[in-house]
C-alpha cells in the first residue's frame, strides 16, 4: 500500500526531513492559536498533537506484523485465549484476547490456530496481512456448547470467577505496605516516545538518498514487530521514602537525563512533562487507576470492580515456577473508560496477583489509543507483602488513519525495599520531590548499573541522531522559525550553543483591533535566564490607528530563585515591578490569555465601553511546593473613560437630559491601592510555556482568600474602598459517569463607592468556550457590591451517548451545565434610588447615547432575591477535536438580550 502511495502521490508529500519538519510547524501555527481557552492543561494535549502533525509529510508505512480477530463460525462471537503460534515453533505462541485480537510478528510459515474444544486451523502466511479466522467446534463438544449458549448469560451469582475475584479483592489489605511505620525503596523509570510503523522501503525514495543516517536509526520494536524512529528519552533513578507518622511521602531524585527532540525547544520539557502526566504509575491495589488523565476502575477494585467488569477463567498455567489461575476480564461496556486484560492469581491460599496484563478494550472511548499494553509482575517481600516489581508500558497513538502513528513506552523498575526506621532530617526539605546536585550528571556507569536492560541501539544513539540532524544544511534555520510557532515567540539566536537572551513575542498580539483603537499594532519582547537566572525583562509597545495613540508596558522581575528559562516557572518567589498605559475593558481581566490576543477580538456583543489606564504595579509572590501561595501587591492608576464609557456624579445632570453636558464629565480617576492574599492548591502540577505557566493537574482543590485595600490620599488615591473575595474549587469523579466540576466564589465591597470600584460579573463576551466564566452576560452588565455564584459542569464521558445505537460509534460526549450568580447592591451604591439622587460620590452607570439624544443604561440592579441562571448543554469530542455548546439564559430578559448562544472551541482530549 505504501509503495502505491508513493508512486501515486509523490508530489503530494515532502518526504525530506527538512519538509516534514516545516509542515509540522504550519498546523502548528493554527493550534497555537487557540490558546483562549481556560482549561489549559488542553494545551499540552495539543502540543502531543504537534508532534503527531510531524509526521503528516512521513509516509505511512504497513506494519510487520499479522493481526486479526477469532471467532466461532457458528456464532460469529470472538473467541478469548485462542493459541496462535508458528507450527514449526511453538516459543512464538501468543493468545487472543478478550476480545478475541491476535496479534503475531511476521515470518513465513504456517500459522497454527488451537483452542480446546475447536478444531485446529493451520493456515500459510506468505506476508504481513490481517487475517481473520473461524474455528469449528469439534463434533464431541458441539451438543455441549449448544445447550450453554441457549441457557446461560453472564451473571455475578454462583460464578466462580466472580467467587474468586472476591477473594483477591479481600487479601489485598494484606499487601498494604503502607501500614508499616517507614517504607523505602529505588525506582528507576524510562520513558521513550517514537514515531511508528516505518519500513525501509520509504528510505528507497529520491527524497531520503542524501539522508543516509536515519537507518541507522530506526530499530524494530520486539513487542510489535514494527519499525519504530525513537525521538526522545528520558531517564529517572528516585528513592521514594514514606513514614506512617507524621505521614509524609517524598521522592529524592538521584539521577536523571533527558535527550532528543524536545531539546529543540526550550519548552521541551512540556512535552515529557504531558507524557509523564498521562502514563503515570499504574497500581492495581488501588481502587482507581489514574491513567490519560482519567481515573479507570481497577479490576481489583475493593468498590466497584465486581459490578463494573465481568470475568471469566480460561485456564491453568505455570507463569515463571508458580501454578497460576488466568482470570479474564472486561468492562460490562466495553465503551467505557476501563480495562481490559487478564490476572494471573497464584493457585494458593494467599489469592495474590502473580502477574498482570492490561490493556484498553477496542472499542473503549479512549481517544487516540490504537493499542496499550501493561505487564506487571509481582514478587514476594521476605516480610511477607506482594509488591510490583517489573512495569512495562508501551501505547501505540494514532491522530488519524492518514497521520503517522507514534508510540510511547515506559519502563519502571522497583528494587531495595527496606522497612527500617529513616531519620527525620531525611524528610526536611521542600515539597515532595527533591533533585540532588549530581543528579543531571551521572556518568554512563551509573546508568548501566540502573537499568534493569541495556538501551536500545536507537535509544543509546539519540545525541548523535540530534548531532546529524543539526548538522543538515537549513536545520537550525527551520528549527528557529518552527519555534516561533510552536512557542509563540521568535528567538534572537539559532545558534543552540549561544541559546537567546530575548524572545521576541507574543506573535499572536501583534496585530488585532478593539471599538476604540481600530486597527493596532504592536511589538513585544521578553529576557530569558540565558541573561540573567534572577533579573528578567519584558515589555510591549503599541499604536491603534483609530485613536492614534501610543501605548505600551514595561516589566522588571527579580527571582529570589534561580531560573531555568523564565520567572514564572514553578514554585515563584519573585518581585515584581510594573508600568503600562494602555487602553482595556472591564472584562479582559477574566481572560487567561493576553488581552491583545487577536483571536479574542471576536465578540458575541460589541465591547464599546472601556477606559484607558496608567498602570504603576508592585507585586511580590511566594510559592511553596505543597500548593501554598501569598501574594502582595501595591498599586497606584488613573482609568480615562473611552469608547462609550464616561464618569460622571449623580450631583450633575442625568445623561439624556436636556441639562446634560459632557463637559462636566470626570476626565479620569486616581486610586491606589494594596492586596494581600493567598492560595492553596494542593497536588497541583505545572507546565511551563514562553507565554504562561499551565496547570496540568485538575484534580487539586483550591481554595483562596484576598482582601484588596484602596486608601484615599495616598499617592493621589481618590477613594477608600474595601474588597474581599473567597474563591473554592473541587472536581469530583463518578466512576464511569465522567466528572462533575464546581467552582464557587463569593465577594463584598464593603465601601460606598461610583461604579468602577464595584464587583463585574466574569463575563466573556467571545464566542471561545471559556470556563468558569459567564456566556450571556455582556460586559458590566450586573454591577454588585455583594455577590456570591456557583458554576456546576458535568462531563459525562459519552455515559448515555455511548448506549444509543445510532451514534455511539461517533464517541461523542454529553456535557450540561449551569451557571448562577446571586447578587445584591446595597443602597449606599444605588444610583437609582432618590436618597442618592446628588451624590457627589456615585457615578450614573454606563449606558450609550442613541441618535436622538436618548440614553439608555448598559447596567442593571440585580434582585438580591432572583439569581441569575443560565444554562450549558454541550458535545464535546466531535471529530476528537471540536467542543460545541448550546447556552440558554433563563432570566433577566431585556430587549437587548441575547437569550442564548452558540460558544466552541477546538480541544483535544484522551
Known sequence: MIARRIGRERKRHLCCIRCSIICFFAHLFVILQAEIETDTFQVLKRLYIFFLLMCLCILRTAAQMVQGEVTDAATGETLPAVHVYYMDDKSTLVQTDINGRYKIAFRRGTLVFSMMGFDTKAIEVKAAQKLNVKLQETASSLKEVEVVIKRKKYSRKNNPAVDMMRKVIAAKKNTDLRSNDYLSYMKYEKMTFALNEFTEKVFEDDHFKHLPFLKEHVETYPETGKLILPLTMEEKVSQIIYRKDPKTEKSIIVGERNEGVTNLINTGEIMTGMLSDCFTDIDIYQDQVRLLQYPFTSPISTSSAISFYRYFIVDTLMVGKQECFQVDFTPNNPQDFGFSGSLFILADSTWRVKRAEIGIPSRSDVNFVDEMKIVQDFEPLPTGEQVVVNNKMWVQMELASWIQKVQVERIVKYSGWDFTPIPDRTFKFKGDTKLEASAQMRDESFWEEQRPTPLTKGESSMDVFMDRLYNIKGFKEIIWVGKAFIENFVETSVNPEHPSKVDIGPINAMIGSNFVEGFRLRASAQTTANLNKHWFFRGYTKYGFGDQRWKGMGEVTYSFNKKDYLPREYPCHNLTFTYENDISSPSDKFMPTDKDNVFVSLKWAPVRHMNYFERYNLKFDWEWENGLRLYAQGRREWNEGAGDLFYRTLSQPAPGTAAYDPSQNIHKIHFTEATLGFEYQPGATYINTKQRRLTTNFDAPIMGLSHTAGVKGLLGGEYDYNFSEA???????????????????????????????????????????????????????????????????????????????????????????????????????????????????????????????????????????????????GIHNIFKIFHIEYVRRMNYIYDDTHKWGIRGIFRVTF
Request: glycine share 6%; with cysteine.
Open 727 to 873: 474563591t473554592l474549587y473541587k472536581r469530583f469523579w463518578l466512576r464511569s459517569w465522567g466528572k462533575m466540576d464546581f467552582m464557587i466564589k463569593g465577594g463584598i465591597q464593603w465601601n460606598k463607592v461610583p461604579y468602577p470600584f464595584l464587583i463585574m460579573p466574569a463575563a466573556n463576551t467571545s464566542y471561545i468556550m471559556e470556563g468558569y466564566t459567564f456566556s450571556l452576560v455582556r460586559n458590566m452588565e450586573f454591577p454588585t457590591d455583594r455577590y456570591a455564584s456557583l458554576m456546576m459542569s458535568w462531563d459525562m464521558n459519552g455515559k448515555i451517548f455511548n448506549r444509543i445505537p445510532l451514534i455511539r460509534g461517533l464517541k461523542w460526549r454529553e456535557y450540561i451545565g449551569v451557571n448562577c450568580l446571586w447578587g445584591k447592591l446595597t443602597d449606599k451604591n444605588n444610583p437609582f434610588l432618590i436618597e442618592n439622587r446628588d451624590d457627589a460620590t456615585l457615578f450614573y452607570y454606563p449606558g450609550s447615547f442613541s441618535s436622538d439624544g436618548s440614553f439608555t443604561y448598559a447596567s442593571h440592579v440585580m434582585d438580591p432575591n432572583t439569581p441569575y441562571v443560565e444554562l450549558i448543554f
